[in-house]
T-cell receptor, first 113, second 110 residues
């Protein structure tokens, strides 16, 4: 079963709110990712966790804070976001290496007011 | 030169047509290559990995040309359901991550 789940599906938040996005996979994958995708653009890598350790941070602003509580879960904590952060946030996982085939969750569509 | 380049299209083709997309990449050290398909407002889904020897899956054929640093995707007997954006994805060499092309939009019409 190649399934990555994400919650919530949609999120609307104000610029002073704190919220979290959640991602889960039960495929035994050891690498997990957060991507941001704006309309008509490709996914843009934000963070990579490999064996529960942060291995890549693509110079993402600190208002985005990732967390990997265990090998199946990945969170993205959001605080003091800007309207330009509105986008589709995609979680993905892969068996081990960051260059293995990645499987994507359905995404969280975020709107920042 | 961009790391991964694709013609954004759109490619408008009639049902039953054969259509081909190319994608060029800049890092000669790249080892992993993929085609993903993304429907409007949905997540990318793996269509196929691309191997050095080329590979075929039903109506879809992928090829890799290392000398010219491009990969291709051929779709035969296009169906309406093939309408989507096709993303070329390449390993970033020493960066140990995947890099996505901007995607090629395909619209198959009756």
């Amino acid at each position: 079963d190649t399934e990555v789940t994400q919650t919530p599906k949609h999120l609307v938040m104000g610029m002073t709110n704190k919220k979290s996005l959640k991602c889960e996979q039960h495929m035994g994958h050891r690498a997990m990712y957060w991507y941001k995708q704006k309309a008509k653009k490709p996914p843009e890598l934000m963070f990579v966790y490999s064996y529960e350790k942060l291995s890549i941070n693509e110079s993402v602003p600190s208002r985005f804070s990732p967390e990997c509580p265990n090998s199946s879960l990945l969170n993205l904590h959001l605080h003091a976001l800007q309207p330009e952060d509105s986008a589709l946030y995609l979680c993905a996982s892969s068996p081990g290496r960051a260059t293995d085939t990645q499987y994507f969750g359905p995404g969280t569509r975020l709107t920042v007011l | 030169r961009k790391e991964v380049e694709q013609d954004p299209g759109p490619f408008n083709v009639p049902e039953g047509a054969t259509v081909a997309f190319n994608c060029t990449y800049s890092n000669s050290a790249s080892q992993s290559f993929f085609w993903y398909r993304q429907d409007c407002r949905k997540e990318p889904k793996l269509l196929m990995s691309v191997y050095s020897s080329g590979n075929e899956d039903g109506r879809f054929t992928a090829q890799l040309n290392r000398a010219s640093q491009y990969i291709s995707l051929l779709i035969r007997d296009s169906k309406l359901s093939d309408s989507a954006t096709y993303l070329c994805v390449v390993e970033g060499g020493t960066a140990s991550k995947l890099t996505f092309g901007t995607g090629t939009r395909l619209q198959v019409t009756l």
